[in-house]
Nanobody, 124 residues
Framework: QVQLVESGGGLVQAGGSLRLSCAAS????????MGWFRQAPGKEREFVAA????????FYADSVKGRFTMSRDNTKNTVYLQMNSLKPEDTAVYYC?????????????????WGQGTQVTVSS
């Protein structure tokens, strides 16, 4: 069983930055592929970013590419999402997700473990 706890959300003006963190309870954290998803009001949850087990590979949705950076620290069992140049359309609840065997990073149903989410609000 893996427990994920997100933090770092908040209210920021457009153009600003936030860094989200996701702490995992997994004893073998480095075995897990990690992802970030988000859900805006009235919309379906969507893929934001993912990172490989070692951290050597990252994947991003086109909407955040060049603005967001995902990283991980396997010594701290934590992944991060650095969000720069934030836009009002980035407003959403951001969820951290994990699983060991993932073939398609974008698919939500590939991830078996989810955090409770953290709210990010970007004002114009």
């Amino acid at each position: 069983q893996v427990q994920l706890v997100e933090s770092g959300g908040g209210l920021v003006q457009a153009g600003g930055s936030l860094r989200l963190s996701c702490a995992a309870s997994a004893r073998t954290f480095s075995f897990y592929v990690m992802g970030w998803f988000r859900q805006a009001p009235g919309k379906e949850r969507e893929f934001v970013a993912a990172i490989s087990r070692s951290g050597g590979s990252t994947f991003y949705a086109d909407s955040v590419k060049g603005r967001f950076t995902m990283s991980r620290d396997n010594t701290k069992n934590t992944v991060y999402l650095q969000m720069n140049s934030l836009k009002p359309e980035d407003t959403a609840v951001y969820y951290c997700a994990a699983d060991r065997g993932i073939s398609d990073y974008v698919r939500q149903d590939e991830y078996g473990y989810w955090g409770q989410g953290t709210q990010v609000t970007v004002s114009s």
